[in-house]
């Protein structure tokens, strides 16, 4: 199956529909006033649909068994037409778009099978999918504003030639991922002095997103938290809580991280860990999400 580790559970719906034809107003008549030999048409095909959302995963082999938190079905005659339309959410790492589609599948088969000794031309016409919500879908990029971006590696060694930097490398490949455009890429060692100037620099420099990454956790040199949070105007904590609830899933270690993150005028400043793993588990907690604050801060600044 695919790799879904990386995403986060979110919210997600699904609304899928099925279209059962008969061929004569006889048929729907006998439907209304439940004459059909095998009994109410409906109940029997909801009760089928709800078995088959929950076995979906049992049934399509590349689909991820996931928790199903609700689901509906509902029923509209439309002329020769039966109209079966089924819900499903979950809150998970991926949609329920296949369950939905699943259940009304086999909820039209039921009531084909059950239709189709008084009516010989039952056919069902289509499954589709009507609606989804949730995860990445629902994030509607920007694009009236660019998103300038600094990364910065805080590293004693790195900065002295020790060893080459993977960090913030791997950070600038993750942003221009989701179109950041990355405009300063530094090295600089792990001194609050140093840390602190680059930030007044960046924020002069008008630049949107600044991100750190590096010193954010219990040795002696681990200083750039200490740094950057006397220069916050606005601390932002949920943005750390997020990203080390996301690595605290992953491994036990997330809790040692002291990053913070908050705005210095218009500048989002974010302190990332240092290691090429935690980089890339932090950006996949905050983005795209975190994108959104800059929607809210651009709404606010033009009214």
Not at 76 to 90: C, N, P, R, S
Not at 108 to 118: R, S, V, W
Not at 161 to 182: A, R
Request: net charge neutral.
């Amino acid at each position: 199956m695919v790799d879904i580790t990386h995403k986060q559970n979110t919210l997600r719906k699904a609304v899928a529909l099925a279209v059962v034809q008969v061929s004569s107003q006889a048929t729907i008549d006998a439907v209304i006033e439940k004459r059909i030999p095998k009994g109410d048409i409906f109940e029997f095909a909801r009760a089928a649909g709800l078995f088959a959302i929950k076995r979906t995963s049992d049934a399509i082999p590349d689909c991820h068994p996931l928790p199903v938190e609700y689901s509906h079905f509902s029923f509209e005659i439309d002329g020769l037409q039966l109209k079966i339309y089924a819900e499903v959410h979950t809150i998970y790492k991926t949609g329920v778009e296949v369950e939905a589609m699943h259940g009304a599948m086999i909820a039209a088969l039921t009531i084909y099978d059950m239709l189709k000794p008084i009516d010989k031309q039952v056919e069902i016409h289509n499954v589709k999918l009507e609606s989804k919500k949730g995860g990445k879908s629902d994030i509607i990029p920007q694009k009236d504003k660019i998103i300038k971006a600094a990364v910065v590696v805080c590293s004693d060694r790195a900065s002295q030639g020790v060893y080459e930097d993977e960090s913030g490398k791997l950070l600038v490949e993750l942003l221009q991922q989701h179109n950041i455009q990355v405009s300063q890429y530094t090295i600089i060692p792990d001194e609050i002095a140093a840390i602190q100037t680059q930030t007044h620099q960046s924020v002069q420099a008008n630049i949107d997103l600044l991100l750190f990454t590096g010193g954010t956790g219990v040795s002696r040199r681990d200083v750039t938290p200490d740094a950057i949070k006397p220069l916050l105007d606005v601390e932002m904590p949920g943005i750390m809580e997020a990203a080390r609830n996301y690595g605290q899933q992953r491994t036990p270690y997330a809790m040692l991280s002291r990053g913070v993150a908050g705005f210095i005028n218009n500048t989002l400043v974010i302190t990332m860990p240092g290691s090429p793993r935690a980089v890339k588990e932090t950006t996949a907690a905050l983005f795209p999400y975190i994108l959104h604050v800059f929607k809210v801060r651009h709404e606010q600044s033009v009214q």
